[in-house]
């Protein structure tokens, strides 16, 4: 057996415990010190995310995409300022392209956002992508995780926007805008990305430009030509100009008939629990691959790829195969 690695326990580090206890009473600096060790991937970042999970649930999360030059970001800002009005703790997870020279986030977002900083009730992170080609980084999820143990009630999570990979954050949020423009063809790009399947939500930004109501409709239109069932989730589609924060509060209004709607059909408690089933099968996942690849030689492990590459064994053979090396006690290898 290759045994898991221990968590560290906070109380076993007061050090750590200390820095939790700080993070969850909404300290900023040991906030962001505790999102920096889970973004990293340090040692520390399960027992941090581990103490962490008791304490979500409570906030909601929204997410915002769309293609480049959307005006995600300051429509971002708006919403923002539109729950800091009502009260709300507001948490901004901004996931920005990777730097190719840092490995770190381009911060062009952040910068967007700055005039907000300041507000004890609000925090923006940006985060690296890293690679990432759904849109989100690598542990988004569990940043979130974290803003909602230190007591955020709204998490607005707006990715990357690079387009037509931007499909997993449908898997992250409890409600999901789609920001487009009228007069880039967006309509058309959104139903080629996808985009169309996974919005709760459409939003026409920058409606003061021309054929903005005509956009509206053709959108309306295609929206339209979906099937579903009685009583489904009609997505809207609606008009707003960040730049002065026209329409944001009926987008918000709306955004909340959509959450109010997920309650009362029983289908935000089902989001969340697909959303956590899909994360403890990716966490069994990365420990079954770490375990194989640990039980097997590199040797052993170059010769089934050497004789998958010229094609003596199929992929499904040579999964078996390595498979039947790591655990040869088994009387049947699992399909792969």
């Known amino acids: 057996m290759v045994p898991e690695p221990p ?53 909601v999360r929204i997410g ?32 920005d392209p990777t730097s190719p020279f840092s490995g770190g986030a381009l911060l062009g977002d952040r910068v967007r956002m700055a005039e907000l900083a300041g507000d004890d ?17 690598v542990t988004t999820t569990e940043v979130c ?19 037509q990979s931007e499909l997993e ?33 459409f ?39 960040a730049r002065t924060g026209d329409g944001v509060a009926e987008l918000a209004a709306q955004v909340e008939r959509h959450l109010e709607h997920l309650r009362a059909h029983a289908l935000l408690a089902a989001r969340r629990r697909l959303r956590l089933h899909a994360r403890v099968s990716e966490l069994v996942y990365q420990r079954a691959t770490r375990r194989l690849r640990a039980r097997v030689d590199a040797a052993r492990w170059e010769t089934v790829l050497t004789a998958l590459e010229e094609r003596r064994l199929s992929p499904h053979q040579a999964a078996a195969a390595l498979w039947k090396e790591a655990w040869p006690d088994e009387e049947e290898s699992p399909r792969p």
């Open 203 to 241: 939003v026409l930004n920058k409606a003061d430009r021309e054929g903005a109501e005509r956009a509206a409709q053709e959108l309306r239109a295609v929206l339209g030509l979906k099937k579903s069932e009685p009583g489904a989730w009609t997505p809207p589609v609606l008009l707003t100009v």
């Open 64 to 95: 915002i995409t769309g293609p480049p030059g959307a005006g995600k970001s300051t429509l971002v800002a708006q919403l923002a300022r539109h729950y800091r009005g009502g009260g709300e703790r507001v948490a901004v997870v901004a996931v």
């Open 145 to 163: 995780d974290l803003l909602e143990a230190a007591g955020f009630t709204r998490v607005l999570v707006e990715t990357v926007g690079v387009g």
């Open 169 to 201: 954050v449908a898997e992250a949020v409890d409600s999901v805008l789609v920001v487009l423009v009228p007069e880039s063809g967006d309509g058309v790009q959104a139903m080629k990305a996808g985009l169309m399947e996974i919005g709760d939500l």
């Open 7 to 59: 968590a560290s326990q906070p109380n076993a580090d007061g050090g750590l415990g200390r820095l939790l206890e700080r993070a969850f009473a909404g300290d900023r600096m040991g906030l962001a010190r505790a999102i920096s060790l889970v973004e990293n991937e340090a040692p520390e970042a399960r027992a941090v995310l581990d103490a962490a999970f008791p304490r979500t649930g409570g906030g």
């Open 121 to 137: 009730g609000l925090f923006i992170r940006s985060m690296a992508s890293r690679g990432s080609l759904g849109g989100l980084a």
